[in-house]
């Protein structure tokens, strides 16, 4: 282990202790002020994967919609699929 990443982990472990034997009050405190500050990367993460399902959802929507009403190309975009041109 790099001598960085032991003293990392040691800091880390003490702040974990030290946080873990406070009163219920100073915990509550201590867990707040946390939430608070990353909340907003919770909601901008909760944004990006909304809006990354959402494209795999028309991703979806799109090879379904392929498939449904095209039998006239149908070998071809079987053909396609199986060697992964257009779709994965």
């Not at 500050?37 to 909601?43: R, Y």
Request: hydrophobic share 50%; proline share 3%; aromatic share 16%.
């Amino acid at each position: 282990m790099k001598p960085l990443n032991l003293i990392t982990l040691l800091l880390f472990i003490a702040g974990a202790a030290w946080a873990l034997t406070r009163s219920d009050g100073t915990v509550r405190s201590i867990q707040n002020s946390y939430f608070a500050i990353i909340s907003p990367f919770l909601k901008g993460g909760s944004g990006i994967e909304k809006k990354a399902f959402a494209f795999i959802d028309e991703v979806e929507h799109s090879k379904a919609w392929v498939f449904q009403g095209n039998e006239m190309f149908s070998p071809f975009l079987v053909y396609c699929t199986q060697q992964k041109l257009f779709f994965s």
